[in-house]
């Protein structure tokens, strides 16, 4: 098993921007035209399992057979089937009981409930409210915020984790969010404690987002994979409350919301009795459904059963069940995710296009991402190429659409040797690294790499960073803040013919560059021993020599 030195990733980049495969280049052009197509109305906002769905399946089946790639699914053909329940909650209802006062909650203004528990419907009534701060059992860290009994009772929890608010703690690693801190991570455990559901507080700065993508992402059907027992691993009510309702309920148990969240950043943080009750009603239909990622791949001439992957979602959210906004009901998902997509689309043209590498190089669009990375979840644990020859991967999630920056953003930046190479490809670009931008928000947690960084796989997610470079300036930062304003899992979220593309190449140029390096080489990514990772991928070296 080789080695691989950041002396080694420079001279190997550098020799490869000056390679023959630099006479095919990403073409901007056919990218944005194709990003248009995808994000277009008449797919209907890519919802998993509609129509819509068939027309992705045939769209990039068709791209990828003209790139040179060959069916890389099940039974020979492009896809891979995704079993999954779908739970639509309707006639939600919610009243809180505190103080001698019944009062209806709105729902998708004052809280958003719904239930990824198939089956009966949910009625809950005169259910205890308790604070249980950060929702956290980490005994690797001595950290317990279930000191007592939750069973059949309503947490209510702040989201991130108990850095956030002072980093200088360093409990959980401080500024970069844990698992810990994701909202998956707070209902996972509230099932393991046996709770009756969970209301996370909703705050902008910890969560990441807007109180409008909470509303946008809940409001509609739910997916989830197959469950033994689902009953041991989802509550009835997963929900999340604005912060102002949730200082009002604290005010009226004698409490300050503000204090309390102190406390909880501390490890003897004791749980809070809210001195209310919640009644909860959701009407539920579930039925199973299939929908599907799309695989394609290249074979490898020397060492086909190694594989290179590359990766990003598919779907997006699809259509609002109400009136949406000026009309316009299509999550049209122009950046997130057609922008991925196109791009893994545009890398297989590149690969296709050149000679043949000796390692195979397999593209996946995968779906379930928006419904909790169901797509990618489901091909890690059911993967048609063996993980542990899969030498590594590249995860795109809605490219840099706006222009070129200085800096590339490496997510994950500390957990391995992929650092060294993707740096090395950057800085003879011209631009310098940012280690990790996005950890205060959890991002390496939040997309499709995820679920194979936990079986052992080094992935590489990367986007641009820093500052725009081209004139004007202000026109670029202006439309990228507006994007995360009223764009991200917003109806606004649409392709612009005012794009500039130039970043977004110079990233898919890193991600190519590194996977065409490793395609004809006998190197295997290491994970750092300090990672978390280190010891699963090493459970499965005899495989890798």
């Not at 509609?220 to 009953?231: E, G, K, T, W």
């Not at 989802?234 to 005010?251: H, M, N, S, T, Y």
């Not at 840099?400 to 500390?414: C, E």
């Not at 065409?516 to 495989?543: G, H, M, V």
Request: glycine share 8%; charged share 25%; no cysteine.
């Amino acid at each position: 098993m080789r080695l691989f030195t950041t002396a080694a990733a420079i001279a190997l980049s550098t020799a490869l921007m000056a390679a023959p495969s630099m006479a095919q280049e990403f073409d901007a052009a056919r990218i944005s035209e194709e990003i248009r197509i995808l994000s277009d109305d008449s797919f209907e906002g890519r919802g998993i399992a509609t129509p819509a769905e068939q027309k992705v399946i045939d769209f990039l089946s068709a791209k990828f057979a003209e790139a040179g790639f060959a069916p890389g699914g099940e039974n020979g053909g492009w896809t891979q089937a995704v079993t999954l329940n779908r739970i639509a909650s309707s006639n939600i209802r919610a009243a809180l009981k505190q103080d001698g006062q019944t009062r209806t909650l709105t729902q998708g203004q004052e809280v958003t409930l719904s239930s990824r528990l198939p089956g009966s419907n949910v009625d809950l009534k005169d259910v205890p409210l308790v604070f249980v701060g950060y929702g956290v059992n980490a005994p690797e860290r001595n950290w317990n915020d279930f000191k007592t009994d939750v069973r059949g009772k309503i947490i209510v929890v702040l989201v991130n984790d108990p850095d956030f608010e002072e980093p200088e703690l360093n409990t959980f690693g401080g500024k970069a969010m844990t698992y810990y801190g994701r909202w998956t991570y707070k209902y996972e455990e509230a099932a393991r404690q046996g709770a009756a559901g969970v209301l996370i507080v909703h705050e902008t700065a910890p969560a990441a987002y807007g109180w409008t993508t909470v509303q946008n992402s809940w409001s509609v059907p739910q997916f989830d994979i197959l469950r033994d027992n689902p009953a041991a691993e989802r509550v009835p009510v997963e929900g999340w409350v604005q912060r102002d309702v949730a200082e009002q309920i604290f005010a009226a148990a004698g409490l300050d919301f503000e204090e309390q969240k102190r406390l909880a950043r501390r490890a003897d943080f004791q749980p809070v009795e809210l001195k209310a009750t919640l009644d909860a009603s959701i009407d539920i239909a579930s039925e199973q459904i299939v929908t599907h990622n799309v695989v394609a791949r290249l074979e490898g001439t020397t060492r086909p059963d190694e594989t290179i992957l590359y990766g990003g979602h598919w779907d997006h959210i699809g259509v609002d069940a109400g009136e949406g906004v000026n009309g316009d009901r299509i999550f049209n998902g122009a950046v997130d995710n057609a922008s991925g997509t196109i791009a893994i689309v545009e890398i297989a043209r590149r690969f296709g296009a050149g000679p043949r590498p000796e390692r195979s190089i397999v593209a996946i669009a995968f779906t379930g991402e928006e419904s909790g990375l169901l797509g990618s979840e489901y091909y890690a644990a059911n993967p048609l190429y063996p993980l542990e020859t899969t030498v590594t991967g590249f995860n795109i999630d809605a490219a840099n659409v706006y222009g070129r920056k200085d800096k590339l953003n490496i997510t994950g930046f500390g957990h391995s040797d992929l650092d060294d190479r993707l740096s090395a490809v950057a800085q003879s670009q011209g631009r310098g690294i940012v280690p990790d931008a996005g950890a205060a928000a959890g991002i390496y947690f939040r997309s499709d790499h995820f679920p194979l960084v936990r079986r052992g796989v080094p992935m590489a997610y990367i986007n641009s960073a820093g500052d725009f470079i081209d004139a004007p300036i202000e026109p670029r930062v202006a439309a990228q803040t507006r994007y995360g304003q009223i764009g991200y899992h917003q109806v606004a979220d649409e392709w612009s013919p005012d794009w500039d593309l130039r970043g977004m190449i110079q990233d898919m140029e890193v991600s190519y560059q590194v996977g065409l390096a490793l395609a004809n080489s006998t190197d295997w990514p290491q994970w750092k021993p300090t990672s978390e990772f280190s010891t699963i991928r090493a459970e499965s070296a005899d495989k890798r020599q």
